[in-house]
């Protein structure tokens, strides 16, 4: 048979692109929905509590907006984000509007700042070997190398940590603390080791701190925008932050990034070109996400106690918890090979996401999330305690 155009570029993302990997998760999601009192759904790390009032009545108050957005936000969102920064992810006080942009969300940043920064195919993006998925399609979309690294070890040795060849391809540094899937948090010490590393290099370092504010057996959660780290210099640095975890906003795209103005403003650049903006009912109500820490705390309170219940079931049924010192995730391994330990929880009606999704060194880990009800936390904690 021959092969039809439209076949031919199917065929051609498919190898440039590997499959969705949560779509493989479909006969275990079938086999947990199986239980006789319904799964119960810990494989992805969206939100399920409300949305904070007041944040919803400012997305409803700002509803009447006939009119386009401006890529760069209001002043008063500009506002909101220099405050935040300063207040809650140590940045320093004289951080201004040209520091910081909003975006739609934040995984289509991760996604696409390579192509933003105009990273080419002769480059390559180095990114946590433990990771999110995206940070690797970024690099994909443009042709870049991707080079999975191992961020302690590239904090303590330098170049030790990488390969010969890879060493003088790396143009951008994502750093992800606290981690996504393991929960692992970066101290200042090997913060500061890592932009200095990559400044030695000429490397943008981009900082993906979007579990900030969500820490459990740590006393900080340090920050690329905090002079401790930098020196008090924000050149090639970026923090890329997200309001859906610690506000229940994955449903409003609300994000932003901020770091050196250079950066910042090329990245303006391209993305007026693009129209890139954040609707205006939605930055209206960003803006007083922002500044309700009422609302974060609240919400901290929740996954911690949702966190104690699920963990204590986990480490009864004989998970072995890694990291997870921050974040949404209990990073757990039972000794054995994670997509097994899928199916093993499948058949309890619950659905957790194997290690593999993140790399090869996950392969005996699953990522089990707490983002789901009280009610279903306590389902998952009594199916486990009854093996």
Partial sequence: MTTTPFGARRDALAERLPAFPWDSLAEAKRIASAHPTGIVDLSV??????????????????????GYPTTIGTPDLRDALVDFVVRRRGAAPDTGHEHVLPTVGSKELVAHLPFQL????????????????TYDMGARFVGARSVPV????????????????????????WVNSPSNPTGEVLDVDQM????AWARERDIIVASDECYALLPWDVEEV???LDPRVNGGDL??????YSLSKQSNLAGYRAAFVAGDPGLV??????????????????????????????AVRAQHGLYRARREQLREAVEGFGGEIHGSSAGLYLWTTFGENGVTSVERLAELGILCAPGMFYGEAGNRFVRIALTASDERISAAAERLARR
């Fill in 150 to 173: 191992d961020m302690a070890r590239l904090a303590a040795e330098g170049d030790a940590a990488l390969e010969p060849a890879d060493r003088d391809r790396i143009a951008l540094l």
């Fill in 45 to 66: 790390g969206t939100p399920v509590d409300p949305t904070p009032v007041r944040v919803q009545d400012a997305l409803r108050e700002a509803a009447d907006a006939p």
């Fill in 235 to 240: 050149t090639g640095l970026l923090c890329v």
């Fill in 265 to 294: 403003g090329e990245l303006t650049a391209i993305r007026k070109q693009a129209g890139m903006m954040l609707p205006t009912p939605v930055q209206a109500a960003m803006t007083v996400a922002l500044a309700d820490d009422d």
């Fill in 192 to 195: 500061r080791a890592l932009v």
């Fill in 222 to 224: 340090p920050s690329v």
């Fill in 118 to 133: 105009g990273i080419g195919g002769d480059a390559a993006v180095a990114f946590p070997h433990v990771a999110y998925p």
